[in-house]
């Protein structure tokens, strides 16, 4: 690591549907065991689910900041319908918590106001992170598909802004208004009794040749792999990106922070972190190939890898 300091860790919303109290009990060991410095919560894929979580936001927000968590609310990705509108409406105006845009809409409302903007919105260039800054952003979180060089180039040319890039977790790749998780068991979305909650890390989709591909979501597709950049931490911090972020899986999560944090702090070797992330995240394959420019899916080992014969 060089004198650059050292990025701080945030945790993203849940994108998946658990029960209330799993969603609690997992915000609240957060909140007391991992070195998380600043935690997204709120519904962010589908709005048929706030009403699990919606019981619980309110403990779970003291918890994290008495522990001393910066605490975020997310904002939907999609807004369809005119209930979902007054709900992004009634956050933006009434909450005392910075807000974090997932969709355009909500960047209309927050015009002006102090906010960040999650990995769901297009932010590809620095021109564009500079007019989000100038409308009020203040932390972007960079879409999880640009490659190093990119990411490299629009932090040097938006000085002022702090960027995250997101570092662990299935890529969110695309959101829609109809629900092929239901519809894949026989429901419809205004009837899916909410059978996303089969799957509590998404439900895998295989081509027709068998192959593993994407994962569903309710209405939101995922990467079949899962983004691990950990052999790159030392980079993206010597670029100057402020916040590495971890998407939330059905994994020890306290136990993926530490590796994250010690590997940042150089108190463990990456190699080293990496073989232990699978063994606490076996459910998908590691990937790193957006970073390096590469289909999303890949793996590309670092060169001490190749040099040692160690191919991932």
Not at 112 to 136: E, F, I
Not at 206 to 230: E, I, M, P, W, Y
Not at 243 to 268: E, F, H, K, N, W
Request: glycine residues 6%; aromatic residues 6%.
């Amino acid at each position: 690591m060089t004198d650059t300091p050292s990025p701080s860790l945030t945790m993203g919303p849940v994108y998946y549907l658990w029960d209330g109290p799993k969603w609690r009990d997992f915000h609240f060991r957060i909140a007391d065991e991992s070195p998380f410095d600043t935690v997204v919560i709120g519904e962010t894929v589908c709005s048929k689910r706030q009403h699990f979580i919606e019981p619980h936001l309110a403990e779970v927000t003291e918890r994290l900041e008495a522990a001393g968590k910066t605490v975020v609310f997310s904002t939907l990705a999609l807004v369809t319908l005119e209930r979902e509108s007054r709900q992004v409406r009634e956050l933006v105006e009434e909450s005392d918590h910075r807000i974090e845009a997932n969709d355009l809409s909500a960047l209309g409302l927050l015009n002006g106001k102090p906010h960040n903007v999650g990995p769901l919105v297009n932010v590809y260039n620095a021109p564009t992170a500079r007019l989000l800054a100038s409308r009020g952003a203040r932390t972007i979180c960079l879409p999880p598909e640009l490659p190093f060089t990119s990411v490299e180039k629009i932090v040097a040319d938006s000085p002022g802004i702090d960027f995250e890039v997101f570092a662990f977790g299935r890529m969110p790749l695309a959101i829609s208004a109809r629900c092929a998780h239901a519809r894949s068991k026989g429901k419809i979305k205004d009837n899916c009794l909410f059978v996303c909650g089969e799957e509590p890390d998404g439900l895998p989709v295989k081509t027709l040749d068998r192959q593993s591909f994407l994962a569903l979501n309710g209405v939101q597709t995922v990467s079949h792999t899962c983004q691990a950049l950990l052999g790159e931490l030392a980079d993206l911090a010597a670029c100057g990106i402020s916040a590495i972020r971890l998407s939330p899986q059905d994994c020890d999560m306290v136990a993926v922070a530490r590796l994250y944090r010690d590997v940042l702090d150089g108190t463990l070797e990456a190699d080293e972190a990496i073989d232990r992330l699978r063994d606490i995240y076996p459910a998908a394959p590691l990937s790193n190939g957006f970073h390096h420019a590469r289909e999303g899916a890949a793996w590309v080992a670092r060169a001490r890898d190749v040099a040692s014969g160690a191919m991932a």
